[in-house]
């Protein structure tokens, strides 16, 4: 236990569907991430929030929409995604800095059909 | 953005030690040099980070090479639940700080 739960675990949606992930951290840290984690490729950053305000977007697709309420909270909304978009979709939470730790959730494996 | 290269993959019998390069020849004074892993179907995990000098502790040791071009993890006596993906990292301002994750090296430990 990392500290770092995502839910759901797994999720199987259809491309006309809208869903969302769910992150929640209990570690009193004020920076989130997501990750995306596609079959034999390396993790990818793909958002970034300090203390609630998004500090970096990696080129992300529009149909991925993340909200931060609060610096324990992190969602992914998800809408229109392509069978491309199947991963692995980590969250991860951390003190803001360069020798900070980064601790990382399960992750929600995630499959457009 | 400086980078890091590492083997595919390495095999290591358990209860050994398991050493694992890592190379970072345009690493800047300024980098920090972190080991994440990630065991099957989870999340990665920190390991270890060190600047200059050689760091322990409970998990694994950092040696980093003088020049800092180089580096190497131990894992002091693989067990089966060392059997993961094993990250070499460069952290620093010029990165923002973010973590920016290469391939990895695939460690695999036989009984």
């Known amino acids: 236990e990392t500290g770092v739960t995502q839910t759901p675990r797994h999720l199987v949606m259809g491309m006309t569907n809208k869903k969302s992930l769910k992150c929640e951290q209990h570690?009193?840290?004020?920076?989130m991430y997501w990750y995306k984690q596609s079959a034999k490729k390396p993790l990818e950053l793909m958002f970034v929030?300090?203390?609630?305000?998004?500090?970096e977007n990696n080129s992300v697709p529009s149909r991925f929409s993340p909200e931060c309420p609060n610096s324990s909270h992190l969602f992914l909304h998800l809408h229109t995604l392509q069978p491309e978009d199947s991963a692995l979709y980590l969250c991860?939470?951390?003190?803001?800095?360069?020798?900070?730790?980064?601790?990382f959730g399960p992750g929600t494996r995630l499959t457009v059909l | 953005d400086a980078k890091t290269t590492q083997p595919n993959s390495m095999e290591s019998n358990e209860e050994e030690p398991v050493h694992l390069p890592c190379n970072h020849s345009?690493?800047?004074?300024?980098?920090?040099i972190h080991w994440y892993r990630q065991l099957p179907s989870q999340g990665p995990e920190y390991v270890i980070h060190g600047l200059t000098s050689n760091v322990n502790n409970r998990m694994a040791s950092l040696a980093i090479a003088e020049d800092r071009k180089s580096s190497t993890l131990i894992l002091h006596r693989a067990t089966l639940r060392d059997a993961a993906v094993y990250y070499c990292i460069l952290r620093g301002v010029n990165q923002g700080g973010k973590l920016i994750f290469g391939q990895g090296t695939e460690l695999s430990v036989k009984p």
């Open positions: 570690l009193g840290h004020n920076a």
């Open positions: 345009t690493i800047s004074g300024t980098d920090y």
């Open positions: 929030y300090n203390f609630k305000e998004q500090t």
């Open positions: 991860a939470s951390s003190i803001p800095g360069i020798t900070d730790t980064q601790y």
